[in-house]
């Protein structure tokens, strides 16, 4: 219930041109009709979705880039945390995807 409040009020205060602000502030401007807030925070909750989804993958390709530098001059092994890596982002992708659908992910 917090996590949606939190999310929506960072977004708008970062970005406040693409972002709307929480659901119940949109509630109360008369202008809109209840189907045409559903819409635009769909959108939004798409929009929020990749934008964290690309930090999230960005932030595991550097990494990979660094773990990768550092393994050439250290001459260690990396594969095991790439392969997590790639897992992880996988598992988020995936439990982003049933969030946008069902609203919850079920365990």
Known sequence: FILPLIVDSTFKKYLPGLFTGTTTSSLQNPG?????????KRFERVAQLLIISTLVAASLYASAAVLKVLSAAFGGPVTAFLSSSTDATIAFLVGAAKFLRYGAVAA
């Open 32 to 40: 809109r009709r209840p189907s045409e807030l559903v819409m635009r």
